[in-house]
Structure formats: structure tokens, C-alpha cells
């Protein structure tokens, strides 16, 4: 089974309608209502819970922020690209995927899953080879996001680009020396946004299946920000062109 550790993962994983935790581990003399209110859902759905010195939380988890409290759990499902086409956040009138070539570093695949799902995307997808997977500690650095947005796993990012365009996606590749600044971009249209690897960017043949490409501008002399701010500024423009009047 997979160990998901942290307050918010594991208050998320328990809330849902299905039981999705098999067992919940919290350290000893560990308290508060967060705590409280995991234990009496728990109890309502007959989870077992132990306690246990933090130490063996430590050993189980392999790290020390676990915050106290780990859920044990199937490993994570992936979901089918339909399930992100039909997830379309009913306050705006946007419909954004966001897709990740090769994002490698676990902690900017959780920062970009969070702020996908506070900016109303309707999922995320990632490739199966040379990227960083979800796991617990992804989970973790999302807050929980991924457990709450549909995320995909594919093998082939440019076959997966080509059938959203089938369904009338316009695709937008991230190139921070590429393109039209993003606040003069109009997103008010179906959106897949490319973000690429946190080194080379987008791969050139992803590069080429974008129909544009969008740019942040920055102060003079300084390279590019880091791929999970990128993609939380570029979310938010699209988010604020979309919202319902």
C-alpha cells in the first residue's frame, strides 16, 4: 500500500464519499482539531487508526514532514482523458487542461497540481516516462490537490495534444523567450497549456504541435522563473479572462 502523509492529503482522502484509506497512522501525542476530526470520520467509517512513535511515521514515510498523521491507501488511480474533458469548473466559462512535458522535481508537480486546482483547470496530464509520477510526496507538496483534480498519465504527449485538438482544444505552449506576452494573449477559448521540462523546456516536437506560444515578461537581465510559478501566473490570467460576469 502507499503511505499518504500530511494534515490536508489525509483529511482530503477521508472526506471523500468512497473509503479510499485503509488504515490511518498518527504519532504519538499528536493533537488538535484537524487531528479530532480525522479521528471521529475515521470512526464513522470504521478506518482502524494507531498510534505510534513518530519515529516508525518517519521510517514508514521515509521523511520527517509527515506532520504526524499517515494514511495508508491503494496506490494512486489515474484518471481516463475523458474524465478531464467532462470536469469543466461550473463558475467559469473556461475549459483548461493543463499538460507537463517532463516536469522531473516532485515539489513543482505538486505546486502546479495546487494551482491547477484553485484556478479551475480541468485536469492535468503527465507522461509516463522521464517525469515525476504522483506520489506521496507530490501529494504532499499539492496539499492535497491531487487528490481532488483528475490527473493522466500517458505515454505518448504529442498523440494526446493531437486528440484534444480533435475535441476543439487550441493548444498554448509556455516559452519563456518565445511568443506573445501572456496579458495579450485571449484565452476566452478552450485551452490546453503546455509547460515544459524545468531545464530545457518543451521538447521540439511538443513545441511544434502548439498553436501559439505564450511568454511572461520579466524585468531586464533575468533568465525565466521557475516552471511552477510560470504556470501559476499563466493559469490566473486565463482564470481571470474566463470568470463569469
Request: aromatic share 6%; hydrophobic share 45%; glycine share 6%.
Given at each position: 500500500m502507499e503511505a499518504v502523509y500530511g494534515v490536508n492529503p489525509v483529511r482530503i482522502l477521508i472526506a471523500r464519499?468512497?473509503?479510499?484509506?485503509?488504515?490511518?497512522?498518527?504519532?504519538?501525542?499528536?493533537?488538535?482539531?484537524?487531528?479530532?476530526?480525522?479521528?471521529?470520520?475515521?470512526?464513522?467509517?470504521?478506518i482502524?487508526?494507531?498510534?505510534?512513535?513518530?519515529?516508525?511515521?518517519?521510517?514508514?514515510?521515509?521523511?520527517?514532514?509527515h506532520q504526524g498523521i499517515v494514511g495508508l491507501r491503494d496506490d494512486?488511480?489515474?484518471?481516463?482523458?475523458?474524465?478531464?474533458?467532462?470536469?469543466?469548473?461550473?463558475?467559469?466559462?473556461?475549459?483548461?487542461?493543463?499538460?507537463?512535458?517532463?516536469?522531473?522535481?516532485?515539489?513543482?508537480l505538486g505546486s502546479i497540481m495546487r494551482s491547477a486546482r484553485c484556478l479551475g483547470a480541468n485536469g492535468v496530464v503527465i507522461p509516463t516516462d522521464r517525469a515525476a509520477a504522483v506520489t506521496p510526496a507530490v501529494i504532499k507538496a499539492s496539499a492535497g490537490?491531487?487528490?481532488?483534480?483528475?490527473?493522466?498519465?500517458?505515454?505518448?504527449?504529442?498523440?494526446?495534444?493531437?486528440?484534444?485538438?480533435?475535441k476543439g482544444f487550441w493548444v498554448f505552449g509556455a516559452d519563456a523567450h518565445e511568443g506573445k506576452p501572456v496579458r495579450e494573449q485571449d484565452f476566452r477559448?478552450?485551452?490546453?497549456?503546455?509547460?515544459?521540462?524545468?531545464?530545457?523546456?518543451?521538447?521540439?516536437?511538443?513545441?511544434?504541435?502548439?498553436?501559439?506560444?505564450?511568454?511572461?515578461?520579466m524585468a531586464e537581465n533575468f533568465d525565466s522563473l521557475n516552471v511552477a510559478v510560470a504556470a501559476g501566473i499563466i493559469q490566473y490570467e486565463i482564470f481571470l479572462q474566463c470568470l463569469k460576469k
Amino acid at each position: 500500500m502507499e503511505a499518504v502523509y500530511g494534515v490536508n492529503p489525509v483529511r482530503i482522502l477521508i472526506a471523500r464519499k468512497e473509503t479510499v484509506l485503509k488504515k490511518i497512522i498518527i504519532a504519538e501525542g499528536r493533537g488538535g482539531a484537524s487531528v479530532k476530526e480525522v479521528i471521529e470520520i475515521a470512526r464513522q467509517k470504521k478506518i482502524p487508526v494507531e498510534w505510534k512513535a513518530r519515529r516508525q511515521l518517519d521510517d514508514l514515510t521515509g521523511r520527517t514532514d509527515h506532520q504526524g498523521i499517515v494514511g495508508l491507501r491503494d496506490d494512486f488511480a489515474y484518471a481516463d482523458l475523458d474524465v478531464l474533458l467532462q470536469n469543466r469548473n461550473p463558475s467559469s466559462t473556461q475549459d483548461l487542461i493543463v499538460v507537463l512535458d517532463s516536469i522531473l522535481d516532485p515539489q513543482n508537480l505538486g505546486s502546479i497540481m495546487r494551482s491547477a486546482r484553485c484556478l479551475g483547470a480541468n485536469g492535468v496530464v503527465i507522461p509516463t516516462d522521464r517525469a515525476a509520477a504522483v506520489t506521496p510526496a507530490v501529494i504532499k507538496a499539492s496539499a492535497g490537490s491531487a487528490e481532488q483534480l483528475p490527473i493522466s498519465r500517458v505515454t505518448n504527449l504529442s498523440q494526446t495534444i493531437d486528440y484534444f485538438k480533435k475535441k476543439g482544444f487550441w493548444v498554448f505552449g509556455a516559452d519563456a523567450h518565445e511568443g506573445k506576452p501572456v496579458r495579450e494573449q485571449d484565452f476566452r477559448l478552450p485551452v490546453v497549456l503546455v509547460l515544459g521540462n524545468e531545464a530545457r523546456g518543451l521538447r521540439p516536437l511538443v513545441k511544434k504541435k502548439c498553436d501559439f506560444l505564450v511568454k511572461i515578461p520579466m524585468a531586464e537581465n533575468f533568465d525565466s522563473l521557475n516552471v511552477a510559478v510560470a504556470a501559476g501566473i499563466i493559469q490566473y490570467e486565463i482564470f481571470l479572462q474566463c470568470l463569469k460576469k
